[in-house]
């Protein structure tokens, strides 16, 4: 187990209950990592704030991919379940999901009108949720690579979506609501 600390625009890995750090992972110079997101086997990680994002291999302490192509900074990731997906949402607008084996976008998700700020794979890997700065969440189908749904529920800006791990069901927050 270990805990991380982002300092002097490094991502400082520590034991957990260690004050000394055993790895620092440079990278988003000369931003600084504002969120990040672990796949399900806790080997791996992505960081995230600038255009790109990084994929970090926490047994070796180095990076092992470097993914640009979100026009504005990346702002939220999520895993797949068995980890080979990540998907990505930026203040572009737009999310995309890419194969960790090949290092390609393998979607790409077109419909917000502002900034995705949310994404949630859903516990069968098959849906993918994401949540915007326009007020809506979109559910996508990503056997048939579209969006299944599109909910305007909420009156503010969506901040995160979470699926239910045993039904499925989702969740949606603004800042405020919980529905």
Avoid at 84 to 110: N, Q, Y
Avoid at 130 to 143: E, I, Y
Avoid at 149 to 177: A, C, D
Wanted: charged share 20%; proline share 3%; with cysteine.
């Amino acid at each position: 187990m270990f805990t991380l600390k982002v300092e002097e625009m490094f991502l400082k890995i520590f034991l957990y209950c260690s004050d000394e750090p055993i790895a620092d992972l440079e990278g988003h110079a000369p931003h600084r990592v504002s969120r990040l997101a672990f796949d399900p086997s806790g080997r791996f990680l992505v960081t995230f704030l600038d255009n790109s994002w990084r994929l970090w291999d926490l047994e070796v302490k180095e990076e092992i991919l470097h993914q640009e192509g979100h026009s504005k900074p990346v702002y939220d990731a999520s895993f797949q379940c068995d980890g080979s997906l990540v998907a990505t949402g930026g203040m572009d607008s737009f999310g995309r999901v890419w194969d960790l084996r090949t290092g390609r976008c393998i979607m790409f998700l077109a419909g917000h009108q502002n900034s995705v700020l949310t994404i949630c794979f859903s516990p069968n890997g098959y849906q993918l949720a994401t949540g915007s700065a326009d007020n809506t969440v979109k559910v996508w189908d990503l056997r048939r690579q579209k969006c299944e749904y599109t909910i305007s529920v909420h009156t503010n800006l969506v901040s995160r979506v979470l699926f239910e791990k045993t039904n499925g069901e989702f969740w949606s927050q603004h800042p405020m609501i919980i529905h």
